[in-house]
């Protein structure tokens, strides 16, 4: 087990190497510089370059990125000129993750009963109608779904404020409108797994050992069905806590979600690379989670062993 | 062997089930039909007539697919059809609702919706179905090659999707805007640029376990070439995941085109597409709500044909699910 997590710890590292370098050299080919949008005097212009070292060769801007990035230094952002990359990281990225976690949480408890319940009451009323919420679930996109959650319950109903992050009554709204696709999905995955599972020769043999209901659907059923669910959780997880700029946006959430469009449109290179560095660590940790957790739940795929 | 031969009924008199003695009269010699004996009784159906037919039988699939073929008649001749043009303005009528001159209203610059709309359509299903289409193609057969040989290959292919994987998909699109321009082109090449990766892993996963079936060593073992157990043996058994996964694939391809029009890197104005129209009926949410409405319902309904054809693509494929209905 060891000696896998440090295999696949190494492998990450050069993956995340070479995905540095890759958009290091993309971003520059991006049309524009970082420092035109603003009316700047041509010699504060000036000092700004070599303050960012613009004025070097690229390759060395390169090594200087990577050596910096050894220390943790993700730079100055090049549009909000007063802030590092990690300030403003380390500022936005727990609103990301309190609204994706409560999102998160709403997604899986939801998303896992409904899917158990329809698997379980197959072909009567309550199945029908954890399908249609799934496929409904699925096929909205995520910036009409916060509009209409928007208009009903704060515009119309007036129950819930429309934006805004500070307290329980405010991230009900973000946090609904973030969960529904993943909790659609979940369900989905689980039903069908589940109906899957229950063809299987083990729950034939648990059921004529004469094991109760409850008994198979929980140590047999369940266990074995997770398994899809665990796997498309990676790169889910990875995506809902690292921020998402049409609900953030739309809610006034002051999370990361906004940073991957503004730092894209103003040319902001080390916001750009900082965001990719995160986003791909995180990436990467959460499916070597998942990959460790396929050997928690099923013993069979156990690795190193 | 012992038979019971009487039965006694509830009145308490006894009833003998079988006669005792059968009387051979009663019966005849038909004869063996030989030429009859033999003959299937049924037509043998291929796999692809089989999933159709079981297609057909799936309700929700069939009227999905109804409702997709209308939306795409509508969305070529609809603007054709119609007698106001997708860019033409009328002041008098900024944000009118429903009526009979204007069937779906107008938007804030009196627009016709409803040209508007099926313009719309022409864009967003253009580019979800090629996106899925290409996508799906590219992501098979780099998958299948990843999973059939393995190895080094695999290792390397892995390694590329993982970068790719992580770059900003902002990034790509806005350079490929730069070298190829702004339009519809542009959003199919980019989304296809990391698009494959869903179906490349997906498809390296079925290749990588139905290489080792039993079927497909005994094909080796009898020293067929890796090239005609691809195409004969491993290809015709997950076609039908891989058109399931493609028609799953479309309505991702459609978010993605909303998406960029939504944060502005999609076509240019006055074109448009559902996300673009769900844009501008975003910000006219208070003051001209059926604006929004409609093309969510448009984006919704095909969204859920989508989804119901591939649904019933998969029950039709799965040829354990065969006999069940």
């Excluded at chain 1, 004469?210 to 369940?222: A, C, D």
């Excluded at chain 2, 313009?119 to 057969?141: E, K, Y």
């Excluded at chain 2, 005609?228 to 039908?240: A, C, E, L, Q, T």
């Amino acid at each position: 087990m060891g000696k896998y997590i440090v295999k696949r710890v190494i492998a990450a590292v050069i993956t995340l190497l070479v995905l540095i370098t890759v958009v290091f050299f993309l971003v520059r080919l991006m049309p524009g510089e970082p420092f035109t949008s603003e009316k700047l005097n041509p010699i504060v212009k000036e000092n700004m370059i070599k303050y960012y070292g613009f004025d070097k060769p690229l390759i060395v801007q390169y090594f200087q990125y990577l050596g910096n990035l050894l220390h943790g230094n993700l730079g100055y952002s090049m549009k909000f000129t007063n802030k590092t990359v990690n300030y403003i990281i380390g500022s936005t990225f727990p609103y990301s993750a309190d609204l994706g976690l409560r999102a998160l949480a709403i997604a899986l408890a939801f998303g896992l009963l409904l899917g158990i319940l329809a698997a379980l009451n197959r072909g009567n009323k309550l199945d029908v109608f954890c399908v249609i919420l799934a496929i409904i679930g699925t096929s909205i996109p995520d910036f009409i779904m916060g509009a209409f959650l928007q208009l009903v319950f704060g515009i119309k109903l007036k129950w819930l404020p429309v934006a805004q992050y500070t307290d329980f009554k405010h991230t009900i709204l973000p946090s609904l409108s973030l969960a529904f696709y993943t909790m659609a999905s979940v369900s989905r995955t689980m039903r069908a797994s589940m109906l899957e599972v229950v063809q299987q020769d083990y729950i034939k043999t648990a059921r004529a050992k004469g094991l109760s209901n409850l008994r198979i659907t929980w140590k047999h059923q369940i266990r074995n069905a997770i398994m899809p669910v665990i796997t498309i959780m990676g790169p889910t997880v990875a995506a809902v806590l690292t921020g998402t700029f049409v609900i953030e946006s739309m809610y006034a959430v002051p999370g990361m979600g906004k940073y991957y469009v503004d730092s894209t449109n103003n040319n902001d290179y080390s916001m750009i690379l900082g965001m990719t560095v995160f986003y791909g660590a995180f990436l990467i940790f959460c499916n070597l989670l998942v990959d460790i957790l396929y050997g928690v739940v099923d013993p069979r795929v156990r690795v190193g062993k | 062997m012992s038979r019971k031969k009487n039965v006694r009924m509830p009145s308490g008199e006894v009833v003998p089930v079988v006669p005792d003695k059968l009387d051979p009269e009663l019966f005849t010699v038909v004869g063996r039909n030989t030429a009859r004996m033999e003959s299937i009784s049924r037509p043998s159906l291929t796999f692809w007539q089989d999933a159709w037919r079981r297609f057909k039988k799936n309700k929700p699939a069939f009227i999905g697919m109804i409702l997709l073929a209308l939306y795409i008649i509508l969305a070529i001749f609809a603007p054709m059809l119609s007698k106001y043009s997708y860019t033409a303005m009328d002041a008098a009528n900024r944000n009118a609702g429903p009526s009979l001159v204007h069937w779906l209203g107008c938007d804030d610059t009196g627009r016709d919706i409803w040209v508007r709309m099926w313009m719309g359509a022409r864009v967003s299903l253009t580019v979800g179905f090629f996106a899925a289409f290409i996508n799906a193609v590219v992501g098979a057969i780099l998958g299948g090659l990843c999973g059939y040989y393995g190895g080094a290959l695999d290792m390397i292919m892995m390694r590329i999707v993982d970068v790719l994987y992580g770059i900003p998909s902002l990034i790509i699109t806005i350079l490929v805007m730069v070298v190829v321009g702004r339009g519809v082109h542009t959003l199919i090449i980019a989304m296809c640029i990391i698009g494959w990766i869903g179906s490349c892993r997906f498809t390296r996963g079925e290749v990588y376990r139905l290489k080792n079936q039993d079927y497909v060593a005994a094909a080796k073992v009898l020293g067929v070439r890796d090239f005609i157990i691809i195409v004969r043996h491993i290809i015709p058994n997950i076609m039908g995941m891989l058109v399931t996964n493609l028609c799953m694939a479309i309505p991702g391809a459609i978010f993605q085109e909303a998406f960029l029009s939504y944060i502005g890197l999609g076509i240019a104005p006055p074109n448009c597409s559902w996300g673009i129209l769900a844009k501008e009926g975003i910000k006219l949410l208070r003051v001209a709500p059926h604006q929004v409405l409609f093309t969510a319902f448009f984006i919704c309904t095909t969204m859920l044909s989508l989804t119901m054809i591939g649904d019933g693509l998969r029950d039709a494929f799965d040829p354990r699910l065969r006999g069940t209905e």
